[in-house]
Nanobody
Framework: QVQLVESGGGLVQAGDSLRLSCAPSGRTFSNACAGWFRQSPGKERELVAAISWSGGRRYYADSVKGRFTISRDNAKNTVYLQMNSLKPEDTAVYYC????????????????????WGQGTQVTVAS
């Protein structure tokens, strides 16, 4: 059974940066597309960023374009979300998600396309 483990959340001030990391236990990440979702109270879970398993294609929600960067290091079996210029509206629980056996340039944009999820990590941005 694959489990995804996230780390890197915390409490920061507006304008600060954080880097989230996600690593799977039980198998390699090297043939999985991956994404970061977030959910805040009273809102639906939304896709923040996604990356193909080759790393060659990336997707960003409009709300984070130019501030967040998704990347992966398949040698380290880790996917990252670098978050810069954080805003209070970025406050949410962030979830890593992955799915395996897709084409190298495939990106999944809906939560239903991901079979594996992390437990979530809280990001709180104070104004």
């Amino acid at each position: 059974q694959v489990q995804l483990v996230e780390s890197g959340g915390g409490l920061v001030q507006a304008g600060d940066s954080l880097r989230l990391s996600c690593a799977p236990s039980g198998r390699t990440f090297s043939n999985a597309c991956a994404g970061w979702f977030r959910q805040s109270p009273g809102k639906e879970r939304e896709l923040v960023a996604a990356i193909s398993w080759s790393g060659g294609r990336r997707y960003y929600a409009d709300s984070v374009k130019g501030r967040f960067t998704i990347s992966r290091d398949n040698a380290k079996n880790t996917v990252y979300l670098q978050m810069n210029s954080l805003k209070p509206e970025d406050t949410a629980v962030y979830y890593c998600a992955a799915d395996f056996y897709h084409a190298p340039e495939f990106i999944a944009k809906s939560s239903g396309e991901y079979a594996y999820w992390g437990q979530g990590t809280q990001v709180t941005v104070a104004s």
